[in-house]
């Protein structure tokens, strides 16, 4: 299958901070890539659909200005989390669909942050 | 209603037997069906994927998919120990086929 990477895998900072999270596919192109959101026990929420070359669609209830995401190429797109709060700290996975023309979406292995 | 509906569990299934997991949707205009298996701190991989009427499989999978019923599944045969984790079914969005809606999940205990 497709691969999907993510860095960092996990991160602790202070609240306050802005942290940047990157996903990457790697031996395909994916001009959209997805972004999703879990707290423990819940399931995925999806955050945002990141388009490259052009703005980031996000879901109802999700902060645009908080939340920024840049698609700045084919293969790579990232998530900052800016001024975060303990509230923010979860499991953050990237997907993307491959360029097969299926809607397969593969996922990277997430990112677990931690805002202290 | 939500969109994709799967009963939470736990579901325990002893080893070897079959273990069945059911999920609905409420968009009939879904084309495209997904199971992905999640384990505790992982992200979710792909098991199956399902776009017509009827019964696929894979090795020990069988999704099954009845579009009248807007009723999807996930047999495991022969149940391993490794099985046990979270199942996700997941259903293309209304508004674009790539855009997924995942159900809540439905946890699985393989017992030994």
Not at chain 2, 37 to 43: A, F, H, I
Not at chain 2, 69 to 77: E, G, H, K, T
Request: aromatic share 10%.
């Amino acid at each position: 299958g497709a691969v999907v990477s993510q860095h960092p895998s996990w991160v602790i900072c202070k609240s306050g901070t802005s942290v940047k999270i990157e996903c990457r596919s790697l031996d395909f192109q994916a001009t959209t890539m997805f972004w999703y959101r879990q707290f423990p026990k819940q399931s995925l929420m999806l955050m945002a659909t990141s388009n490259e070359g052009s703005k980031a669609t996000y879901e109802q209830g999700v902060e645009k200005d908080k939340f920024l995401i840049n698609h700045a190429s084919l293969t790579l797109s990232t998530l900052t989390v800016t001024s975060a709060h303990p509230e923010d700290s979860s499991f953050y996975i990237c997907s993307a669909p491959t360029d097969l023309g299926t809607d397969t979406q593969y996922f990277g292995p997430g990112t677990r942050l931690t805002v202290l | 209603q939500k969109e994709v509906e799967q009963n939470s569990g736990p579901l325990s299934v002893p080893e070897g037997a079959i273990a069945s997991l059911n999920c609905t949707y409420s968009d009939r205009g879904s084309q495209s069906f997904f199971w992905y298996r999640q384990y505790s701190g992982k992200s979710p991989e792909l098991i199956m994927s399902i776009y017509s009427n009827g019964d696929k499989e894979d090795g020990r999978f069988t999704a099954q998919l009845n579009k009248a019923s807007q009723y999807v599944s996930l047999l495991i045969r022969d149940s391993q120990p490794s099985d046990s984790a979270t199942y996700l079914c997941a259903v293309n969005g209304a508004q674009g086929a790539q855009k997924l809606v995942f159900g809540q999940g439905t946890r699985l205990t393989i017992n030994p």
